[in-house]
């Protein structure tokens, strides 16, 4: 359980869901953990649960749309912990909404946070990486990236946007023997999808009849996959996006499985 002792990871929109989920697993596999998010209560929680699992961590509030803030979290971590090994672009949002009503503000805002802070997150650490001879970074893409939600028009697209991102920065910096990899989850029940279920904008059973294995996913198969991705057992997957959802992404019809059971004679 030591496959990242003595190494250090920022992991944006960390205090809470999937991202803390990786926290946990990358702190129980001996890394230093700095949480960045936007959440200060929650952040604070998250380093305390860290530490008590007897981890290093610390947080640092941050706004990824503000790349300023981008820079300074990015020299907080480096004069606290002394070098950045992974980064985990995890920090996301969605806000339902029919693309005929969407405003621009609206947009911007969930382009900013999921393709333009993701992608200066991993500008300002990968030149660190870069001078300390390499790294990895894992963004955490969606489902949505391929199989769309109706009413999330800026989400598929902000998340279509990091699968590309994955490919053009996973290939411009393997030189740099920088790693980069996405994972496109299916659907976890975090604060996030209870939202959306709350609103009606999404509905468990539509989810659940459309989900090979009959089930919400967990957070924690979430955080595995991230561990494979970041460790030496993966090193020739380069820029690639991962599904990891349950077989969601085959794109089976609502209650398609139903045919299955009612003719299986074995
Ligand atoms: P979550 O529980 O809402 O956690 C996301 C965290 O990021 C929250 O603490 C959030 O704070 C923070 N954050 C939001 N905007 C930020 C910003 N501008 N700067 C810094 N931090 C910010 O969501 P989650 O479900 O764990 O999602 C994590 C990632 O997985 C997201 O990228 C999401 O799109 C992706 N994903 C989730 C699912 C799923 O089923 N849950 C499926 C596919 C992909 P606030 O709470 O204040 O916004």
New binding site residues.
């Given amino acids: 359980m030591n496959r990242l002792k003595d190494q250090v990871a920022i992991v944006?929109?960390?205090?809470?869901?999937?991202?803390?989920?990786i926290a946990k697993k990358f702190a129980a596999e001996g890394a230093s953990i700095l949480i960045?998010?936007?959440?200060e209560k929650?952040?604070l929680a998250a380093v305390k649960a860290l530490r008590e699992m007897g981890a290093n961590a610390d947080h640092f509030v941050?706004?990824?749309?503000?790349v300023e803030e981008i820079y300074e979290m990015t020299k907080y971590c480096t004069d606290k912990f002394g070098k950045i090994d992974v980064l985990v672009?995890?920090?996301?949002?969605?806000k339902p909404c029919p693309s005929m009503n969407l405003s621009e503000d609206d947009f911007d805002r969930i382009m900013?946070?999921?393709i333009k802070?993701a992608f200066f997150c991993a500008q300002a650490v990968g030149r660190v990486m870069r001078k300390n001879g390499g790294g990895r970074i894992v963004?955490?893409?969606?489902?949505?990236s391929r199989m769309m939600s109706v009413g999330r028009a800026p989400?598929c697209i902000s998340?279509a946007g990091?699968n590309a991102m994955t490919a053009i920065l996973g290939a411009e910096w393997a030189m740099y023997n920088i790693r980069i990899n996405a994972?496109?989850?299916?659907?976890?029940?975090?604060?996030?999808?209870e939202?959306g279920l709350s609103l009606n904008a999404i509905n468990e059973a539509q989810i659940l009849s459309i989900s090979p294995v009959e089930r919400?996913?967990k957070?924690e198969e979430?955080a595995d996959l991230a561990m494979y991705l970041v460790s030496d057992e993966s090193t020739y997957i380069v820029g690639q996006t991962i599904f990891c959802?349950g077989g969601w992404s085959t794109g089976i019809l609502p209650n398609a499985l139903d045919y299955i059971r009612e003719n299986d004679k074995m």
Avoid: C, H, L
């Fill in positions: 944006t929109g960390g205090s809470q869901g999937i991202g803390f989920a960045a998010d936007i959440m929650g952040s941050i706004d990824i749309t503000n672009n995890n920090a996301g949002i969605q900013d946070v999921n802070g963004s955490i893409s969606s489902g949505n989400y998340k990091i994972i496109a989850p299916g659907w976890i029940k975090t604060s996030m999808v939202r919400w996913g957070e979430i959802d």
